[in-house]
């Protein structure tokens, strides 16, 4: 039986081109090259964050009609039923379950899936916020069409800044909305709308530009140097999703401010120079690529451990890594295991923030079939209401993506 399509309703073509992604599993071109493919294709198992990514499947319609049914509360009009903000995020994904919840947060986050932006979600919209699951770019989809507060297709910069001020680093740590990075987005007079595409790239941005105005404010003398203190209160806030337990417990005693720290040439005491704020940013938005150059040069062998000299070596290749980089990182290493200047794969996960990896989970979660009842599930295994509430989850408060970098409503 075919599967009906909901693509009407969507609200945009990248939205409305997810269903025509997904190959059905009995595509006869697959086989016929299985067949006349002389070579065996070797296939790694290893659950990292450069797996391949399975494809995705579609819930059918009649799987996912009892689920909408039994949370849907509302009786529109036309006499459908329709979930509201409070059915979807509240009982539904089972988020700001407390009886003071934010009102605002609810409906912001409920609009991922109401893309007519009414208040009320339908069963064909909540069909459709089905198929952006599975698209590879979900965890982007869905911020989209919580910042597009109108269903326009676009973002205006008021959205942008209304939306982002109900996240927990601008809590922490406000933002110029005045500054010409905003300028350059949304124009100087920020009356230009973005889409999808400049939206995604201004997202991952963001964080970064929040970085340097922080500590923009608390250099206060302009000569380029915060405290160590101030620089934890940065990492903490605006930075928290680079972030392991480790390298949190570590920040004073790296940044040259407590008794075992490292002194550099421009680290003055108890002063974080800008060149080593840029440099420590750098090394853990790149620990993936870290991770991947030791993987290579180890060939196998989890238990090597490189010196310094090794991993400068590794790392010629790779323009975008820097000495200074690598001077923090084995310094990061000896904190673990104090004069022992080595790096090892425990170093490396130590210091990981892993967010290639929590992706990697969205797929896991997503790529699940809704079933009838609780009974049918298997041992560890989530139903598709799990995969929704990962994702609004993460967007909630544990993701950073994702992919998405930190859109921690509050």
């Known amino acids: 039986m075919a599967v009906p399509s909901f693509d009407h309703v969507l609200t945009s073509k990248r939205r409305r081109d997810i269903a025509h992604d997904v190959l059905p599993t009995n595509d006869p071109f697959c086989s016929l090259h299985a067949r006349i493919n002389p070579f065996r294709t070797a296939h790694c198992k290893a659950e990292t964050a450069l797996a391949e990514r399975n494809i995705i499947p579609r819930a059918?319609?009649?799987t996912l009609r009892p689920i909408f049914e039994r949370f849907a509360s509302k009786q529109g009009a036309d006499g459908k039923k329709y979930m509201t903000s409070e059915d979807f995020i509240r009982k539904y994904l089972g988020l700001f379950t407390e009886e003071n919840y934010n009102r605002e947060s609810v409906r912001m986050l409920a609009s991922a899936a109401d893309t007519t932006k009414d208040g009320d979600i339908s069963f064909e919209e909540f069909c459709a916020f089905e198929a952006l699951l599975c698209s590879p770019d979900a965890l982007y989809l869905t911020a989209f069409e919580i910042f597009d507060r109108n269903a326009s297709?676009?973002?205006?910069?008021?959205?942008?800044?209304?939306?982002?001020?109900?996240?927990q680093p601008l809590y922490d740590m406000d933002f110029d909305f005045n500054s010409e990075f905003i300028k350059k987005y949304f124009g100087a007079d920020k009356k230009r709308s973005i889409n999808y595409q400049a939206f995604t790239q201004l997202l991952h941005d963001f964080y970064e530009e929040q970085g340097m105005q922080a500590f923009k404010k608390y250099d206060k003398k302009g000569d380029g140097a915060i405290t160590s203190m101030d620089f934890r209160h940065i990492m903490t806030t605006v930075k928290s999703h680079l972030l392991t337990d480790f390298v949190r417990d570590n920040l004073i005693a790296v940044s040259g401010g407590g008794a075992s720290g490292h002194k550099f040439p421009d680290l003055r005491e108890g002063k974080v120079t800008f060149p080593y704020y840029a440099a420590f940013n750098s090394l853990l938005a790149k620990m993936e690529l870290i991770k991947r150059i030791y993987l290579s040069y180890s060939r196998g062998n989890m238990?090597?451990?490189?010196?310094?000299?090794?991993?400068?070596?590794?790392?010629?290749?790779?323009?975008?890594?820097?000495?200074?980089?690598?001077?923090?990182?084995?310094?990061?290493?000896?904190?673990?295991?104090?004069?022992?200047k080595t790096l090892s794969l425990k170093d490396i996960i130590l210091i990981d923030p892993e967010r290639l990896k929590r992706v990697s989970y969205v797929d896991r979660l997503i790529n699940v079939k809704a079933v009838a009842s609780k009974e049918e599930r298997g041992v560890g295994t989530a139903v598709l209401e799990s995969a929704y509430r990962f994702l609004l989850g993460a967007i909630a408060g544990a993701c950073g993506a994702t992919a998405v970098y930190p859109i921690d409503l509050v």
């Open 303 to 340: 238990e090597l451990e490189m010196t310094k000299g090794d991993f400068l070596q590794a790392t010629q290749s790779y323009a975008q890594i820097t000495p200074y980089e690598v001077e923090i990182l084995f310094h990061l290493c000896e904190l673990a295991h104090p004069g022992k």
């Open 60 to 62: 059918s319609p009649d």
């Open 153 to 167: 297709d676009s973002i205006t910069c008021d959205e942008f800044e209304a939306v982002i001020r109900h996240t």
